[in-house]
């Protein structure tokens, strides 16, 4: 822990990752809110797994097409049109009585409206440390959003099963709103501009590595998806004990992150 002490000591630097989790808190909450809201609408886990799917599809689209925006208009041109229509189509999941195939469409485009916070952030980091200190950093960064994790889960599920899943999709919003503001309003954010990109889209999946990379992070994220469905599942909407469970699971992440995070990446 004494290597992130100097870290947040930094001007600006605990104030930006504060801003940047608080803006991505939400998409910690809206996999179990749309999960338990579209079950109790058609009350199958199966058509709510299929919208949370077409959901992550688009959040995956999203992200290497938006940073490539940011490059092209700036980050927060970019930050703000998505996060609105994020918001939108949180909106209308929560509010408007659809068939099946509309609550998929809309989550696809809500998927495809993640405000690339992540991508901006990380531009941003290299100009406000030195270059010794930008790896403990990025290691802080990926063990701070295990936060989203733990917290996101427990307050969606409580919600949700002693209010209404309206109501925890709702506070989704409010969190993307506030997070949102906050991290745009950034100075940070007008100081630095993320280069055009200059090659076709996709080009860098000729890489071995990152094709590893990349299909390594999606049998994780899909390992961990059918962990949240199936433990969700298990105890039901009227619970909120799937929430406190996957908590458990994002605490031993978090533990594990700030444990082995800062070491040098090895075989």
Known sequence: MSTYGPLLKTPGVG??????????????????????HVEHVFGSYGAAGLVLATTSVGQAIAGPLTSRWMGSWGMRPVLVLTSLVALVSMGVIAFVVMPLWAYVVVGFLGGLAVPPVQPAVRTIYPKMVTSSQLTPLFSLDASAQELIWVA????????????????????????????????????????VR?????????????????????????????????????????????SPNAGIVLAVFAVGSLIGGLTLGHLPISR
């Open 15 to 36: 104030r930006v990752i504060a801003a940047q989790l608080t803006a991505r808190f939400p998409f910690g909450m809206l996999s179990l809110a749309y999960l338990l």
């Open 194 to 238: 993320i280069p055009r990109s200059k090659r076709a889209f996709g080009v860098v999946l000729k890489r071995p590595s990152v094709v590893v990379a990349t299909l390594t992070g999606l049998l994780l994220i899909g390992a961990c998806a059918a962990v949240e469905a199936s433990v969700t599942s298990v105890f039901g909407e009227g």
């Open 152 to 191: 996101g889960p427990v307050i969606t599920t409580f919600v949700a099963t002693q209010i209404g899943t309206i109501e925890a999709i709702v506070l989704a919003m409010v969190f993307l709103v506030v997070g949102g503001t906050w991290f745009i309003a950034s100075p940070e954010l007008g100081r």
